[in-house]
């Protein structure tokens, strides 16, 4: 069952989603093939310290954080991936790697590549290795409001 904090804001926003069970996986390539989602509309959270604070990069399953590309679009002096025992403690009811994009239910701000917001729906880890969830990328946007920008390496 996904994060009851994420599940309780959705239905309180009246957001309609699908909630998907797969089998154990642990990278957003596997979570994809094992739900059968296409791995571009498949969202991966990965969790970065713009100047020392917490923020969230979300970007497609199958490309990388560009962290250069991440600092110039935060206007940040310096960029980095977070370590786990970082943000351990921000997240404690998901599962280690399976945050949700949903930084403002985390009080962290959301960095989301552009490629994400050029289809109709966005799945996620819905906070563990064996769900996900999927809604329309318009209620995402308007939800989390995410600065858009491109973040992985060009193409």
């Known amino acids: 069952m996904p994060a009851a904090k994420l599940k309780e804001f959705l239905d309180a926003q009246g957001v309609k989603y699908v909630t998907i069970r797969h089998s154990v996986a642990y990278t957003a390539q596997e979570v994809a093939a094992s ?24 970007v497609p399953a199958a490309q990388k954080v560009d962290v250069r590309r991440l600092k110039d679009a935060a206007g940040a002096k310096v960029a980095e991936i977070a370590a786990e025992e970082d943000f ?51 209620d995402y946007e308007r939800l989390v409001k995410p600065k858009v920008v491109p973040l992985t390496f060009a193409r």
């Not at 739900?35 to 979300?58: F, I, N, Y």
């Not at 590549?113 to 318009?138: G, K, Q, V």
Request: aromatic content about 8%.
């Open 35 to 58: 739900a059968h989602v296409r791995g571009k509309e498949m969202a991966k959270t990965v969790v970065v310290k713009l100047d020392g604070a917490l923020a969230m990069a979300v």
């Open 88 to 138: 351990r403690s921000t997240f404690p009811e998901c599962d280690l790697g399976a945050m949700p994009p949903f930084g403002n239910l985390y009080g962290v701000p959301v960095y989301l590549d552009s490629r994400l917001a050029e289809d109709e729906e966005i799945s996620f880890n819905a906070c563990s290795h064996t769900e996900l969830m999927r809604l329309s990328y318009r």
